[in-house]
């Protein structure tokens, strides 16, 4: 359900409610720069611009994701060890 929002601007919006909506998020060729891509069931998308500075998000059981830090402290979030084919080995406690 959508409905219409004027802003402070003036300018009319389309609003529809994110609560529960699934989708991607995707970095372009600027490494600081991502965008949420949402597919539908016939296979196309639509992506849109974050101008969100809070949002929470929670990654899927089945993202195949991974946190990482380097000897240096510096740490982040890639795809999981199997992706990538890297050899793993027993942690350290």
Do not use: C
């Not at 500075?53 to 240096?72: G, M, W």
């Amino acid at each position: 359900m959508s409905q219409t929002v004027i802003i402070s601007s003036g300018k009319v919006l389309r609003e529809t409610s994110a609560n529960g909506v699934k989708g991607m998020l995707l970095r372009t060729d600027s490494p600081e720069k991502f965008f949420f891509r949402v597919y539908h069931g016939d296979g196309t998308f639509d992506d849109y611009q974050i101008l969100h500075d809070d949002l929470a998000v929670t990654i899927d059981e089945d993202a195949l994701a991974s946190f990482y830090e380097n000897e240096n402290g510096d740490k982040f979030l890639d795809h999981s060890p199997n992706v990538f084919g890297w050899e793993t080995t027993k942690s350290k406690n």
